[in-house]
């Protein structure tokens, strides 16, 4: 197990406003590590900075050794570093075969297209059932099933999913939550998962953050943080 | 027999609108900028082929192979330089546009000095007559080169990869960038592509049209009547809207009065803004514009 | 004196509910404007063609103050004002003409039509935003501009009106050049105390809010179209004005002129741009930069051939859009800022 990605003390915010106020976490080969955090503390902000959208200021970011602090967006999926982004965001006007295609656009993994689609489909047999619909029309668990699928189109070597639970029923966050199992199982892929919703979230997880206001507030294994009567308490109702 | 002829004079027209907008509905859709200079763009293209033609000789529709990367290359300078710093900027966009609007159409003045030209061609002038109707080659020309340009534009943007990035860019800009998409780059091409388009356009009018350098005026405000109504961003909107001008302007030149043609499609434009601002097969529409702040 | 100032109300009974500075000192600071602006008018009242030239950038510094209020403060980007003013030149020259009405009278006609008529027009282009409104408008124009053409019996048509010399103080006709200055001048004073007293009313303070954020505006009970509709009628207005007094000091007017971009309708927003929009001072301080500027640089290379003075003012319109966002008034607004902190700290 080697170190994949390191930040340290990064503090970012959107224009004048604050947001993450010196933040530092890792992430292991092969591991599965979740932040959590109620809403509005700051978790989409830690994944837009790492992957580019936002830039920091101040700290220091490190992918497999390559310092990618201030990179902009388009450079750091190269990296190996790929996101889902909250909701997904699909390109919903084009077909899912277009959207899988794009996910491989980047320059260190276009020539695999051909390759990771049939990997893909194999992966999620119902997106090759609907590789010709628009994007659009797909309901919501397939829609986030789509999303991770074209991240995954860049075969990259982290995997960060923001909020992947959000907007779906139960029974397709279930269904969701094992994808991302059955991801980590089958490919050699590390996963970052910010989540709102806990539980889940921590019985998913090797190793778990929990981002207040900016800072990380506590940090542990995951069983261990999920049987811990403060955050039980604070972040599960009971 | 009238009305055939009307219809033709409009669909001819009509070419003409949709070729100039063509390159305009594409930088609307894909970059979300307004470019007030885009008539002077097509200006330029018309000046080019008389350039090639005063210093090389050649025929327009030769020209065209020269004039259309040249207009590409002053595209993409002009994203660069002026409309790239302002990207978020619509407001100071109209200035930009407008003063380069202005800098252009007096710099062409300048140097002709208000001379007009016109660049003769072998093959354009010739008309011919289908049944009662006179059709002259130049506008045929125009009107098969807009179904061209608007075929290979729509394969170019659903079949190849760049033109399906450049698809991802007009929907969804943060996610493209996930994509490792370069935005900023996609969108100086874009912009390149739409003013080699409005090169095309021009060199291609230079055989119907006398020059002079306020010509761009009489495009501008078409094109956005055409790409408002086609709606932003779509390649059969700039096609059909242009046609639907050509015919309206057609029409109510014969059936209301030749002078009011102007204003009459101008109250079309208006009244599909205001109350369809998708346009007719627009994905995103004039309400986007500045409601949907995208980075 | 600027809207930042405006916005931060105090809530303390010695000030006044619309902004930090109390009246008196406002007034204080207006009457020494203006009487700044009235220097030039004093040094050079016998250079005949500086005092044209003076002339038309008070005219144009009130145009561009009425065009401030609903693009400035207001955040709707007009290119159509070149309507309004057209109005109010047509209007006041066929009253004069055909009625020989006053123009001092016929004035009111053409505001109070605009009035009604600019809220009418903008009213649906409302929901578009930033560039589209902007495109509409011009479309406004242009469509004016082929209806004045086309309606030769109310507007005489391509060849347009002529108002005959008739020197008299109640045809607004006067032999003495430098009452046309004056009158300018007053028209100047009239727009920037307008100015002045709206964004220290409710509306002003409304007009902001809905500029900056349209939707807190709405959901903060600010009927935001209202607001809107008030400041383009008192916006057109005024411009109207301005172009009754426009006829009757150049006394010809055609569509070409009224409605040319370049020299009206996209003057009135390059003025307050360069000057900076959003502000009291800002349109005036554009005005005197740029109108002067302009007549000088014709002066000097319109001979040299045609358009190149254009070019250069061309080339004014592009930088000061790359560089001076927040135009002169701004920048001087950037200092005082810092001056401000600098003491404080």
């Not at chain 2, 119907?208 to 495009?219: A, E, V």
């Not at chain 2, 803004?273 to 998708?278: A, K, S």
Request: glycine fraction near 12%.
């Amino acid at each position: 197990m080697s170190r994949l990605l390191t930040v340290e003390n990064v503090s970012s915010g959107y224009g004048l406003t604050p947001v993450l106020r010196g933040v530092s976490m890792h992430v292991d080969t092969g591991e599965v590590v979740a932040v959590v955090g109620a809403n509005g503390v700051g978790k989409s902000t830690l994944l837009r900075t790492i992957t580019g959208l936002v830039h920091p200021t101040g700290g220091d970011i490190t992918f497999d050794g390559v310092h990618i602090t201030g990179l902009p967006a388009h450079r750091i999926v190269s990296h190996g570093l790929a996101m889902v982004p909250e909701g997904g965001r699909l390109f919903t006007f084009m077909t899912v075969m277009e959207n899988l295609e794009l996910g491989a656009f980047n320059p260190t993994s276009r020539e695999d297209t051909q390759q990771s689609l049939h990997e893909v489909m194999e992966l999620f047999p119902i997106l090759r059932e609907r590789r010709a619909q628009r994007a659009g029309s797909l309901s919501g668990g397939e829609r986030q099933m789509c999303a991770i699928a074209r991240a995954l189109m860049s075969r990259p070597r982290m995997l960060m999913l923001d909020e992947p639970s959000l907007g779906l029923s139960p029974v397709m966050l279930e269904k969701v939550f094992d994808l991302i199992r059955m991801v980590v199982a089958s490919r050699d892929v590390t996963v970052l998962l910010i989540e709102q919703n806990v539980a889940d979230a921590l019985e998913m997880a090797n190793r778990a953050y929990v981002i207040e206001h900016g800072v990380i507030a506590k940090t542990g294994p995951g069983a261990e943080m999920l049987h811990d009567p403060d955050i039980q308490r604070a972040y599960m109702g009971l | 027999m009238d009305i055939l002829n009307i219809l033709v004079v409009g669909l001819l027209l009509g070419g003409i609108y949709g070729l100039v907008s063509i390159g305009l509905n594409l930088i609307f859709g894909v970059i979300r900028i307004v470019n007030f200079a885009h008539g002077e763009l097509v200006m330029l293209g018309m000046y080019g082929a008389y350039l090639a033609y005063a210093t090389l000789g050649l025929d327009p529709y030769i020209a065209v192979l020269l004039v259309v990367p040249a207009l590409f290359v002053v595209g993409i300078i002009v994203h660069r330089l002026v409309l790239q710093p302002l990207h978020a900027e619509s407001n100071m966009q109209i200035f930009a546009t407008f003063g380069l609007l202005i800098i252009l159409q007096n710099a062409v003045l300048a140097i002709t000095r208000g001379e007009g030209f016109s660049v003769p061609s072998k093959v354009a002038g010739f008309t011919f007559g289908v049944g009662d109707i006179r059709v002259t080659v130049s506008r045929l020309v125009i009107f098969l080169a807009l179904t061209a340009t608007a075929i290979a534009l729509h394969l170019f943007l659903k079949r190849t990869l760049i033109g399906k990035s450049i698809r991802a860019v007009t929907q969804d800009r943060q996610a493209a960038r996930l994509m490792g998409i370069n935005v900023e780059r996609t969108f100086t091409i874009t912009f390149g592509i739409g003013s080699a388009l409005a090169g095309l356009a021009g060199v291609l009018l230079s055989p119907i049209y006398t020059l002079s350098p306020g010509i761009g005026g009489n495009f501008i405000l078409a094109a956005f009547a055409v790409v408002v109504l086609g709606g932003l961003g779509s390649v059969a909107g700039a096609y059909f809207g242009g046609m639907i001008v050509g015919l309206v302007e057609a029409f109510a030149g014969f059936y209301i009065d030749p002078e009011l043609k102007q204003a009459i499609w101008f109250l079309i434009f208006l009244v599909v803004l205001i109350v369809r601002p998708t346009g007719l097969f627009g994905q995103v529409g004039a309400e986007e514009v500045g409601f949907r702040e995208q980075n | 004196m600027n809207s930042d100032d405006l916005a931060t109300a105090d809530p303390s009974p010695n000030r006044p509910a619309g902004g930090i500075l109390p009246w008196r000192r406002v007034a204080l600071l207006y009457a020494v404007g203006l009487l700044v602006t009235l220097v030039p008018l004093l040094l050079l009242s016998r250079n005949f063609f500086w005092l044209n030239i003076i002339t038309y950038t008070y005219l144009f510094a009130g145009l561009a103050v009425a065009w401030n209020i609903i693009a400035g403060f207001g955040g709707q980007f007009s290119l159509g004002h070149g309507v309004f003013f057209a109005i109010g030149a047509y209007t006041t020259a066929r009253l004069f003409l055909d009625w020989e009405i006053s123009p001092w009278l016929g004035l009111l006609p053409g505001a109070i039509a605009c009035a009604v008529v600019g809220p009418l027009i903008f009213w649906p282009t409302f929901r578009l935003k930033g560039s589209f409104f902007a495109i509409a408008t011009l479309a406004f124009n242009e469509v004016a501009l082929v209806l004045a053409n086309y309606l030769e019996s109310v507007t005489g048509g391509p060849r347009g009106l002529q108002v005959p010399f008739r020197a008299a103080f109640k045809n607004m006709i006067f032999t003495d050049p430098r009452a046309y200055t004056v009158l300018m001048f007053v028209f100047m004073a009239i727009a920037v105390g307008i100015s002045i007293v709206l964004m220290r009313s409710r509306l002003g303070y409304y007009l902001l809010a809905v500029r900056e954020d349209e939707d807190a505006a709405r959901a903060a009970g600010i009927s935001v179209i209202q607001v809107k509709l008030r400041a383009t009628a008192l916006s057109a207005a005024l411009t109207a004005i301005g172009g009754g007094l426009f006829a009757m000091y150049i006394r010809t007017i055609d569509p070409l002129t009224l409605f040319s971009l370049p020299d009206i309708g996209v003057k009135f927003a390059l003025l307050s741009l360069i000057g900076g929009m959003g502000t009291i001072t800002g349109p005036v301080l554009g005005a005197f930069l740029i109108i002067p500027l302009e007549s000088y640089l014709r002066a000097v290379f319109g001979g040299s051939g045609p358009g190149v003075h254009l070019i250069l003012l061309g080339f004014v319109m592009l930088l000061a859009a790359l560089f001076m966002r927040r135009g002169v008034a701004g920048a001087i607004d950037s200092l005082r800022q810092h001056w401000r902190h600098r003491r404080s700290a």
